[in-house]
């Protein structure tokens, strides 16, 4: 099973970017799809972004579409999550998962969590 830890939130401005990093441990990083979900005080975990084994495919909720970036670095064992101009709705907990198919933003369907990172919007 592999271990995720997240690192990189913190406060931002609305319009202004940050850059969330899930390290991967454990296990070969390449076996697993990667996404990030998020939580806000109140609601439920929402999928904002996954991509596939070697990158190639991503998909992202419509709320984050054409704003946040997700991407990979396999031989480092590492996903990103690049976020421009965000909100003050983009609030909340930014958690990394992994699961060895792809197909899925059921937070039930991913085996494997990071402890999250706070990001906070302000506007």
């Known amino acids: 099973q592999v271990q995720l830890a997240e690192s990189g939130g913190g406060s931002v401005q609305a319009g202004g970017s940050l850059r969330l990093s899930c390290a991967a441990s454990?296990?070969?990083?390449?076996?697993?799809?990667m996404a990030w979900f998020r939580q806000a005080p109140g609601k439920e975990r929402e999928f904002v972004a996954d991509?596939?084994?070697?990158?190639?495919?991503?998909s992202y909720a419509d709320s984050v579409k054409g704003r946040f970036t997700i991407f990979r670095d396999n031989a480092k064992n590492m996903v990103y999550l690049q976020m421009n101009s965000p909100l003050a709705e983009d609030t909340g907990v930014y958690y990394c998962?992994?699961?060895?198919?792809?197909?899925?933003?059921?937070?039930?369907?991913?085996?494997?969590w990071g402890q999250g990172t706070q990001v906070t919007v302000s506007s």
């Open positions: 991509i596939n084994w070697s990158g190639g495919s991503t």
């Open positions: 998962a992994a699961r060895r198919w792809y197909g899925s933003t059921w937070p039930a369907d991913f085996g494997s």
């Open positions: 454990g296990s070969p990083l390449n076996a697993y799809v």
